[in-house]
């Protein structure tokens, strides 16, 4: 099956590109994809306890099974901010993140309540 990576921040640094075309055997899940780039990229390894992992631009689990054609998204963890958050708040700033881009690309806005300002490009 033929696939699409994305890939996002670090992980597209050391592919040296945000988007490869893979073909995988299948049947294939989102984990056989990570596997195939750390062959390819081993320095990608490392990063696999901390991203998270989108199918067709829904978050997913990496036993998430692919179909031909699927877009497979691997995303590193979002950090900054105030020092003593901790991960929780990196992981929904990370998710809190996505469901703003996914709304904005449905050409939608969304409120930030905390702020009560519109969040847009």
């Given at each position: 099956m033929r696939i699409?990576?994305?890939?996002?921040?670090?992980?597209?640094?050391?592919?040296g590109n945000?988007?490869?075309?893979?073909?995988?055997?299948?049947p294939?899940?989102?984990?056989?994809?990570?596997?195939?780039?750390?062959?390819?990229?081993?320095?990608l390894e490392e990063y696999r306890p901390v991203i998270s992992c989108a199918?067709?631009?829904?978050?997913a689990k990496f036993t998430t099974p692919l179909e031909d054609g699927d877009e497979v998204a691997f995303l590193p963890p979002v950090s900054g901010?105030?020092?003593s958050r901790g991960r929780g708040s990196q992981t929904r700033l990370h998710q809190s993140a996505g469901r703003r881009?996914?709304?904005?690309?449905?050409?939608?806005?969304?409120?930030?309540?905390?702020?009560?300002?519109?969040?847009?490009?």
């Open positions: 699409t990576i994305r890939l996002f921040a670090r992980l597209r640094e050391i592919a945000g988007e490869l075309k893979r073909e995988l055997p299948g294939a899940r989102a984990e056989d994809a990570w596997e195939a780039l750390t062959q390819e990229f081993p320095a199918v067709n631009e829904q978050y901010g105030a020092g881009r996914g709304i904005r690309d449905q050409g939608l806005r969304m409120r930030d309540r905390d702020q009560g300002s519109r969040i847009s490009d």
